[in-house]
């Protein structure tokens, strides 16, 4: 395993669509392993393969309670909305509120290619939706609909 460079805001690669993943392979699963480790070392919730230089479709989420590995997810369905403040560790030091949805249904693959489905709301819903985001060359700073100043403590809310 190894910690990654996670790509900065100016980077081109983070505004383009990833592809899917065709292949459930060593190599899939050696990025996903180095992308727990750079999540854990960046103390984020979540982490997609473009942050740090892949365009796959590939990210993880960690709310402290589930982790989740999602491989070509797709939104099933959202339902309701709330105001949650959030940051981006591809955009250090900014934090702002964005419109999320207050749950979320997902269908992805595991490593193994195994689909899943999962239902989610409060940080975990969030997360999964920030890094969806991700996926299609969207970052969230986009979305803000207004600017925050950052808590000295990290990892809440930082994707």
């Known amino acids: ?5 996670i790509l900065i805001k100016g980077d081109e690669l983070l505004l383009k669509r990833s592809k899917p993943v065709t292949k459930f392979d060593k190599r899939l699963h050696d990025m996903l392993d180095d992308m727990w480790e750079t999540l854990r070392d960046a103390n984020g919730a979540g982490l997609a393969a473009p942050q740090i230089g892949v365009l796959k479709r590939v990210f993880i989420a960690d709310d402290g309670e589930t982790k989740l590995e999602c491989i070509n997810p797709e939104i099933l369905s959202t339902e309701g909305e709330r105001e949650v403040r959030e940051g981006c560790l591809s955009l250090p030091d900014l934090v702002g509120y964005v419109i999320r949805p207050e749950t979320v249904t997902m269908r992805a693959q595991n490593r193994s290619g195994e689909y899943f489905t999962v239902t989610a709301g409060e940080l975990l819903g969030q997360c999964l939706c920030h890094e969806y985001d991700h996926l299609d060359g969207i970052l969230y700073d986009t979305k803000v609909t207004r600017f925050d100043e950052p808590e000295e403590e ?5 994707e």
């Open 1 to 5: 395993m190894a910690i990654r460079n």
């Open 154 to 158: 990290t990892g809440s809310g930082r």
